[in-house]
Nanobody, 115 residues
Framework: QVQVVESGGGLVQAGGSLRLSCSAS????????MGWYRQAPGKQRELVAN???????NYTDSVKGRFTISRDNRKNTVYLQMSSLKPEDTAVYYC?????????WGRGTQVTVSP
């Protein structure tokens, strides 16, 4: 059974930093693309960043230069280091493990950035 679990969310002031973690189990982690998505109230879920099995990364424009995605295949974990946080980064952040057949989602972790 595949499980994807996020952690590391919380409340932070604007300009601060947080690191999100996502651990996966029950699957060969290193072969899959991992992604972080977010959904703010009243908005659609959007891709924040992803990283493929080779380590290539992709970021949405609004977080470029502020967020960094990385993975540790030994720990079956992907990270999202978030810096210079803004109130508009407030959202539930979800981790996605993408396979050839389907996506596996975590339940999400809340990130709240106060002005």
């Amino acid at each position: 059974q595949v499980q994807v679990v996020e952690s590391g969310g919380g409340l932070v002031q604007a300009g601060g930093s947080l690191r999100l973690s996502c651990s996966a189990s029950g699957i060969a982690f290193s072969f899959n693309t991992m992604g972080w998505y977010r959904q703010a109230p009243g908005k659609q879920r959007e891709l924040v960043a992803n990283i493929n099995s080779g380590g290539s990364t992709n970021y949405t424009d609004s977080v470029k230069g502020r967020f960094t995605i990385s993975r540790d295949n030994r720990k079956n974990t992907v990270y999202l280091q978030m810096s210079s946080l803004k109130p508009e980064d407030t959202a539930v952040y979800y981790c996605d493990l993408k396979t050839r057949w389907r996506d596996y989602w975590g339940r999400g972790t809340q990130v709240t950035v106060s002005p």
